[in-house]
């Protein structure tokens, strides 16, 4: 019999985080600017606003940081995750590809983001903090820090985007579940949710909107630590024990990656698999093509811009270098909730503009066209957000069955969609619609990137 399941067992969970800062060429990252001085931060003033190995791993270059074992002990619990060969997936593409993805949805949570929550929460848990206060999308990321908090005796609340809350019952009652409290956002309970909802009081919710009200909060109440999901350097660092580990597998394998894809929305996922296979490339490794796949309805790498501009729309945080669609850009209320951020992790957007990794856009009808085929053959009901990558790892499958020419594809599945059953059945009932973004909208949402990074207006 064929292998299709690549396994490691706990001693090959790695034992340190990977940084690409180490082996990107070229200039150095471009610092994170304060929002009141425009100054790049100091290594003591992000320290002031999150743990202090946090803020050194923020501002860090060198290549391994030490994973601590009480977080490796907890990784245990799922980790090393399974890596498959597709094969049945290949065969109804009838295509000479190979191809293989790493599956993140075994986690206790349903996907990749306790990578990053329990190390955060373990370095809040050592600075003293009682409670741990974030925002959320699709709510990945809230039952992630829900189960953390709950591993290591905190509280939690989360601000999570009101369409999510609505769309998503069950990833709330998760949460819940573990202690968390969680709050539609934009909610009363803050003061830039109530100016949202005095000036638009059926406002869906963004990303955005939703990180204003967790900051605000915790600045007002020093027991509680911020933790965020995805895009600062520090998450994506955290997240490649994914592509780490897939390195060792495809070794099982006996095979290499030509093309590795992932969905995109702030980055962690993606960086999580792809950035240990551009480190090997960058030290004079195998060269591999990198795909990134966003949603159409929020196009940040594909139709954004590249500018100093804030992670919240209420201009609480500071300012980062990175592709941006505006802070105040209102993406439309498609089932991918994770990947509705106007701004992309600052790494992320080096990489791209290096051109290390490829970004293209695609509808959401035909990644949950993507992602039935998947479930249909493969046997697992993928994410809203990973069925971008699977639509990514199929469209190039087909081009190889075109040209007749055999590739290896790795793509990210970065998590399971027991909690999106209402999406599946509004696409199975002919009701969701690929979302348009015009021109128009775009251009009003650039205008609020702010022309002099720091300067508030």
Not at 139 to 163: I, N, R, Y
């Amino acid at each position: 019999m064929e292998k299709t399941k690549f396994l490691l067992d706990e001693s090959q969970i790695p034992r340190s985080w990977y940084n690409l800062a180490a082996d990107l060429p070229g200039l150095p990252l471009a610092p994170t600017l304060s929002s009141v001085t425009g100054k790049p931060l100091t290594r003591d003033e992000m320290a002031a606003t999150m743990p202090e190995p946090i803020a050194d791993q923020e501002l860090s270059t060198e290549r391994d940081i030490e994973i601590p074992e009480p977080v490796r002990q907890l990784y245990a619990q799922w980790r090393p995750s399974p890596l498959y060969r597709a094969r049945r997936l290949e065969r109804a593409l009838d295509t000479p590809a190979r191809i293989y993805y790493k599956y993140e949805g075994v986690a206790p949570s349903g996907s990749h983001k306790p990578n990053t929550g329990i190390p955060q929460a373990f370095y809040n848990k050592e600075a003293g903090k009682t409670g741990l206060i974030t925002e959320t999308g699709a709510g990945q990321w809230g039952s992630a820090t829900a189960l953390s908090a709950a591993l290591f005796g905190l509280t939690a609340k989360v601000f999570m985007v009101k369409v999510s809350f609505q769309q998503k019952p069950y990833r709330r009652a998760l949460m819940e579940s573990y202690g968390t409290v969680c709050v539609p956002s934009p909610s009363p309970e803050t003061a830039v949710g109530r100016a949202i909802l005095a000036a638009d009081p059926d406002s869906p919710g963004s990303l955005g909107i939703a990180t204003s009200e967790a900051l605000e909060t915790a600045a007002a109440d020093p027991s509680l630590g911020y933790v965020l999901g995805s895009s600062a350097n520090h998450v994506l660092l955290h997240q490649t024990v994914i592509g780490q580990e897939a390195l060792l597998q495809m070794a099982l394998a006996d095979d290499y990656p030509d093309v590795i894809v992932g969905c995109a929305g702030g980055g962690s996922n993606l960086a999580g698999l792809t950035f240990p296979f551009l480190g090997a490339q960058l030290r004079g490794g195998p060269k591999v093509r990198v795909l990134a796949v966003e949603p159409a309805a929020c196009p940040t790498l594909t139709r954004g811009s590249i500018a100093y501009d804030y992670a919240d729309t209420g201009r609480l945080g500071p300012l980062f270098r990175m592709h941006t669609l505006g802070h105040e850009f209102m993406p439309p209320p498609v089932h991918a909730g994770g990947l509705r951020a106007h701004g992309m992790g600052p790494m992320v957007s080096r990489a791209v503009e290096d051109k290390l990794i490829e970004p293209i856009a695609v509808g959401q009808t035909s990644c949950f066209e993507a992602g039935v085929q998947f479930n249909r053959t493969e046997g697992i009901l993928p994410a809203p957000e990973s069925t971008h990558a699977i639509r990514g790892a199929i469209d190039e499958a087909l081009r190889c069955r075109a040209e007749g020419r055999s590739r290896t594809i790795l793509f990210g599945l970065s998590g399971h969609g027991h909690f999106d059953l209402v999406a599946y059945e509004k696409y199975f009932a002919g009701n969701l619609e690929d979302e348009a973004v015009s021109e128009e909208q775009l251009d009003r949402a650039a205008a609020s990137i702010p022309r002099q990074p720091g300067a508030a207006s």
